[in-house]
């Protein structure tokens, strides 16, 4: 064991003998998601470093505290992606952030979600106690699960020291269409697309204009490209597009008013709340900025299918939307089997647990 590693266990055991919250900080580029921030600060960030990458396994193992564009940078020299598109937020988020946030960026309807790519982790729980999950390879099942849960639970189950993860290759070819509709016609058509053979991995629409964006083989993508039509973008302005629409640099995601993030199915019709709209994830994640009541845009949401969270600004007390009572106690029992003394960030997740 590191003299880092003691160190937190130690200061860990200290934390829930005197029932004194901790506050587990990468990066703090996502510390506005979730409620708020309560606790001593526990600093982690300095922990950094690619401890394994098998370029020809797929699979890399690093220090939860090493920024997410080092760790970028290191599997691009070798032609490969963390293909779920991690938002960065700022240029301190960590790769230990990301895993915790569990926030993925336009790829992600094609490829998965951050806990699909989650194979092993070690973790400090709440008792001070090292602990390993799964491994570092894709066959591995041992704990699988349990490191996969790790994934979005902003770091309420212990502190995540390090993690595996599956990569992908990048793709050969990709380019960038784009369409002018209205939302009801995007949102048919991307689902009619859904179900056919084209190699779709973005897609978003706003304010009368859908883009998409299609990767694979360079045969592929051309001849969906024929076939669909549209604008073809520039190479440079569609990177430039996704990597604002993945980090919230795009002008949507301005202002101070509220930013609602709504997880419905994706053939669901449309949100029809007052607000601009801007729909990714072919049609199944609407971002909305409004002013309209939480209660009415929740139980919009639930009709539809799906849930809301406040993703920034409002309330922060009132982020998730409030889990059905099973849930709920689901999730109660799993912080007390991780973190018995309730010392690891205090109410980020839900307040009741």
């Known amino acids: ?5 003691q160190a937190w266990s130690e200061r860990i055991r200290a934390a829930a003998a005197e029932r004194q919250p901790l506050c587990i900080r990468g990066g703090g580029t996502k510390a506005f998601y979730g409620g708020p921030e309560r606790g001593e600060p526990l600093p982690v960030d300095g922990h950094r470093g690619i401890l394994n990458y098998a370029p020809s396994e797929l699979v890399v193992s690093v220090r939860a505290g090493t920024p997410l564009a080092e760790l970028e940078a290191a599997l691009a020299a070798e032609n490969q992606m963390l293909a779920f598109e991690p938002p960065h937020f700022g240029e301190g988020g960590t790769v230990g952030g990301c895993v915790a946030a569990g926030l993925a960026g336009p790829r992600r309807a094609a490829v998965g979600g951050v806990r699909d790519f989650v194979l092993g982790a070690t973790l400090i729980d709440g008792r001070g106690d090292v602990l390993r999950f799964g491994g570092e390879v894709m066959k591995n099942v041992a704990g699988y699960d349990v490191s996969r849960v790790l994934a979005g639970s902003l770091g309420t189950l212990g502190l995540i020291v390090d993690v595996s993860l599956k990569v992908l290759p990048r793709p050969v070819a990709e380019t960038t269409l784009r369409f002018e509709m209205g939302e009801s016609a995007a949102l048919h058509q991307l689902n009619a697309w859904a179900g056919q053979p084209l190699p779709i991995s973005a897609s978003a629409w706003r304010g009368g204009v859908l883009h998409l964006r299609l990767s694979g083989a360079g045969a592929a993508v051309d001849a969906a490209a024929r076939r669909l039509g549209g604008e073809q973008l520039a190479d440079d302005a569609a990177a430039d597009l996704w990597r604002s629409l993945r980090d919230h640099r795009d002008d949507f995601f301005a202002g101070a008013q509220p930013l609602w993030r709504l997880s419905v199915p994706s053939d669901a019709l449309a949100v029809a709340l007052p607000g601009e709209q801007l729909v990714e994830w072919g049609g199944a ?18 009709a539809l299918g799906g849930h809301a969270t406040l993703f920034r600004g409002g309330v922060r007390g009132e982020a998730f939307h409030p889990l059905p009572a099973p849930m709920l106690a689901l999730q109660r029992k799993l912080k007390r089997a991780f973190d018995p003394a309730g010392v690891f960030n205090p109410g980020r997740l839900h307040p009741e647990a």
Do not use: K, V
């Open 1 to 5: 064991m590191s003299g880092q590693i």
């Open 285 to 302: 994640q609407r971002w909305l900025r409004s002013d309209a009541p939480p209660a009415e845009i929740r139980a919009r949401a639930a």
